[in-house]
C-alpha cells in the first residue's frame, strides 16, 4: 500500500472535510491506508489487542477491513480469527495480507452484514473499530450489542470495554466560513462533497456534521458528557440529551465540536479529543465531528447555551441510518439572545425515500 503522508502536512486546524462515517459502505483503499497510517489509532489499538488476546484464544474481528486487527490478534497467539466484513474487495486484502504473513489457515472471512452471520461456535474475544468520530455515528451500539448476545462467549472479553462521547460550543469561524463558501475538503474524488450533497438532497450545508480538527483554544466553555457505552452495549440507540453549557470566553459560537473517548481495555484507552496535529495527539482518519449551525451568534462570558441534542432513525430505519439534530439557544442575564436548530433529518430524508 501506498504511505499517507506524514500528518502534519495533510490537514489544518479548522479545516472542513467530508463526513466519512456517513460514506461507511463506500470505504476503498484510499480511506483504509488513511486508518493504517493514523499514529494514534495503530498504536492505541495494537497495544490493546495483544493485552486482551491470549494464546488459544477464537477471536471475532468484527468489521475487520483490511484485517490488520485480525493480523495482531495472531500475532498475540489467537488460534484462530474470523474476519467479517461486508465489503468484499477491502476484506479480499485482509485475506491477502493473512496470507502474506502465514497465517492463512489460521483466519476464515466472512464477507456479509454481522446480523446475517451465524457462527458454529461462541467466541473468546470480540474486538472491533466500527466507532464513528461522535462515538455512535457509525451504527457500532447495536452492531456491537447484537454481536456479543450472539457471538461472544458467556464472560469473554469485548474491545472496546466503553467509549464515551463529549460536546462542547466552540468558535470555529474559519471552519463556518470555508462552509459557505463550500471549500470542503475531501481524502479522493470518491468522497466529494458536492457529489455527497447533491446525492441525499441537501438543502443547506449547516444540516449535517463534518470531519474537523478543533483545538482547544476554539472552545467557548468546558465539554460536557453526551453519551456512554459500555458492558453488554444494550444502552438505547435513539435518546434526546439536554446540557446546558456556562459560556466562559467571548466569540462567535459557529457550533459544536463532538469527540469520543474510547477504553479499548483497561489498561489503554484511544482519546482523539486533543488538537495538536504539528505534536501527534490527533487522529488523522477520525478527525473529530464539527456541528456547525447557520447563523453564528456572538456570546460573552456568563452567557449560557442551552442544548437539546437527539439521535433517531429515520422512517425506522436501524442500519447505518441514524440522524442527529441539535438545537438551542443562548441567553444573557435572562433574555434569549440567539437561537439555532439543525436536523440531519433534512439531509436523509431524500436518501431514505430512495434508498
Known amino acids: 500500500m501506498t504511505a499517507i503522508n506524514d500528518t502534519a502536512a495533510r490537514y489544518t486546524a479548522e479545516q472542513v472535510w467530508t463526513p466519512l462515517s456517513e460514506s461507511l459502505l463506500d470505504w476503498d483503499n484510499a480511506f483504509h491506508e488513511l486508518m493504517l497510517n493514523d499514529r494514534l489509532r495503530m498504536k492505541a489499538y495494537r ?110 472479553t469485548v474491545l472496546p470495554i466503553s467509549t464515551d462521547s463529549f460536546l462542547v460550543p466552540v468558535a470555529a469561524t474559519k471552519a463556518h466560513v470555508d462552509l459557505l463558501a463550500g471549500a470542503v475538503a475531501s481524502l479522493s474524488p470518491r468522497y466529494d462533497m458536492a457529489a455527497f450533497s447533491a446525492q441525499r438532497g441537501m438543502k443547506s450545508p449547516f444540516d449535517i456534521y463534518y470531519d474537523c480538527i478543533l483545538p482547544e483554544n476554539l472552545y467557548l466553555g468546558r465539554p460536557q458528557p453526551l453519551c456512554s457505552y459500555r458492558a453488554s452495549w444494550d444502552q438505547p440507540a435513539t435518546y434526546t440529551r439536554h446540557r446546558s453549557f456556562p459560556i466562559e470566553a467571548d466569540g462567535l459560537f459557529t457550533g459544536f465540536k463532538a469527540y469520543f473517548v474510547a477504553g479499548l481495555t483497561p489498561e ?80 436523509t430524508e431524500a436518501l431514505g425515500s430512495t434508498g
Open 47 to 156: 497495544k490493546a489487542i495483544f493485552e486482551a488476546v491470549g494464546p488459544g484464544d477464537v477471536v471475532l474481528d468484527l468489521g475487520t477491513g483490511t484485517g490488520i486487527l485480525s493480523l495482531w490478534a495472531l500475532q498475540a497467539g489467537a488460534e484462530r480469527v474470523i474476519g467479517i466484513d461486508l465489503n468484499k474487495p477491502i476484506l479480499d486484502m485482509a485475506v491477502e495480507r493473512m496470507r502474506q504473513a502465514g497465517f492463512s489457515k489460521r483466519f476464515e472471512a466472512i464477507n456479509a452484514l454481522s446480523y446475517d452471520v451465524v457462527l458454529p461456535k461462541k467466541v473468546d474475544v470480540l474486538i472491533s473499530e466500527i466507532i464513528g468520530n461522535m462515538a455512535d455515528n457509525e451504527d457500532f451500539q447495536p452492531i456491537l450489542h447484537d454481536a456479543i448476545q450472539r457471538f461472544l462467549k458467556p464472560g469473554g
Open 268 to 347: 489503554t484507552t484511544l482519546d482523539i479529543s486533543k488538537g495538536g496535529i504539528e505534536d501527534g495527539e490527533t487522529s488523522d482518519s477520525w478527525k473529530h465531528a464539527y456541528l456547525p449551525i447557520a447563523d453564528p451568534i456572538e456570546v460573552c462570558a456568563g452567557d449560557r447555551l442551552e442544548l437539546v441534542f437527539s439521535r433517531s432513525y429515520p422512517r425506522g430505519l436501524t442500519n447505518f441510518r441514524q440522524v442527529y439534530a441539535w438545537e438551542g439557544r443562548v441567553t444573557r442575564a435572562g433574555s434569549v439572545v440567539g437561537r439555532f436548530s439543525q436536523d440531519m433529518a433534512n439531509v
